[in-house]
């Protein structure tokens, strides 16, 4: 997947996350971001990255993200393949 489609990706799961208070207020802890910061940023490859590692760790989150966007539910692990960190992410 081209980096830019990976982008896209991730800006939609950044939408959708923000759409979830619960879910927002829990990607901002776990992500170590503050609102400003993640407004500053969000078009940030390697925030992006995050977005969608958040995304991938809750399967019903995942799928109902991919339901509500029309995706293949392997498009945000692919996408995430894409961004910075996923060498990380494959040597694991």
Request: with cysteine; glycine share 6%; hydrophobic share 45%.
């Amino acid at each position: 997947m081209m980096q830019e489609q990976a982008e896209l990706i991730a800006l939609e799961a950044l939408r959708y996350i923000a759409e979830d208070t619960e879910a927002f207020m829990a990607f901002l802890r776990l992500s170590g971001l503050d609102r400003e910061t993640l407004t500053g940023h969000a078009g940030d490859p390697a925030v992006l990255g995050s977005v969608l590692d958040f995304l991938l760790q809750d399967e019903k989150r995942l799928l109902a993200f991919c339901e509500s966007r029309n995706l293949s539910p392997d498009h945000p692990a692919r996408a995430r393949m894409s961004l910075p960190g996923a060498e990380y992410l494959q040597n694991q």
